[in-house]
T-cell receptor, first 113, second 122 residues
Framework: KNQVEQSPQSLIILEGKNCTLQ??????????LRWYKQDTGRGPVSLTI?????NTKSNGRYTATLDADTKQSSLHITASQLSDSASYIC????????????FGTGTRLKVLA | DTGVSQNPRHKITKRGQNVTFRCDPI?????LYWYRQTLGQGPEFLTY????????KSRLLSDRFSAERPKGSFSTLEIQRTEQGDSAMYLC????????????????????FGPGTRLTVL
């Protein structure tokens, strides 16, 4: 069964600190992996996308890694800001050019001043 | 604003009433998706359209749910005889599915999400 699991479920950190969110997936055949940020009451917004051959990708203070062998991904947030408080959702696409998104349940991040 | 828009943003209704939500995708996008998201969970796929054709429906989409995209542009999602379990955020997304040549093939099928419609059934 295609699944995406994320950890931790929730996380509280102080402003300025770094954090790392984890995503494990069992999706076959793997096409690509995305990280989305979802503010409360809003739709998800894409942060990064990685294909099978990519190991790391950065978007400002966000850096995603992908290990296709172990089927793990991480999202590292550097120098956190209050505006980083949101849910971060890992999404895996199966197959090539498929519309099928398989969502994780997300990690809820709270950044405190 | 050229992003995906959804209306209304919030809807409160009594159990048993019918509700209809609208989604306007990014104008050149040929695919449109509906998702449902409950608190603390990731979005769950409901259905998707390519142009005006509804190509797949999830088992979550009971016979009380119907979605249309009559002209291949905006879409509506109707829920009849609402139940309290229908309370959720309903998200719409759109994407452009097209093939380039060689290395430019748009395999990513990036979905852009709207802000969602929050439904509360009392």
């Amino acid at each position: 069964k295609n699944q995406v699991e994320q950890s931790p479920q929730s996380l509280i950190i102080l402003e300025g600190k770094n954090c790392t969110l984890q995503c494990n997936y069992t999706v076959s055949p793997f096409s690509n992996l995305r990280w989305y940020k979802q503010d409360t009451g809003r739709g998800p917004v894409s942060l990064t996308i990685m294909t099978f051959s990519e190991n790391t990708k950065s978007n400002g203070r966000y850096t995603a890694t992908l290990d296709a062998d172990t089927k793990q991904s991480s999202l590292h947030i550097t120098a956190s800001q209050l505006s980083d408080s949101a849910s971060y959702i890992c999404v895996v696409s199966a197959g090539s050019g498929t519309y099928k998104y398989i969502f994780g349940t997300g990690t809820r991040l709270k950044v405190l001043a | 604003d050229t992003g995906v828009s959804q209306n209304p943003r919030h809807k409160i209704t009594k159990r048993g009433q019918n509700v209809t939500f609208r989604c306007d995708p990014i104008s050149e996008h040929n695919r449109l998706y509906w998702y449902r998201q409950t608190l603390g969970q990731g979005p769950e796929f409901l259905t998707y359209f390519q142009n005006e054709a509804q190509l797949e429906k999830s088992r979550l989409l009971s016979d009380r749910f119907s979605a249309e995209r009559p002209k291949g542009s905006f879409s509506t999602l109707e829920i009849q005889r609402t139940e309290q379990g229908d309370s959720a955020m309903y998200l719409c997304a759109s994407s452009l599915a097209s093939a380039g040549s060689g290395g430019t093939f748009l395999a990513y099928n990036e979905q852009f999400f709207g802000p969602g419609t929050r439904l509360t059934v009392l």
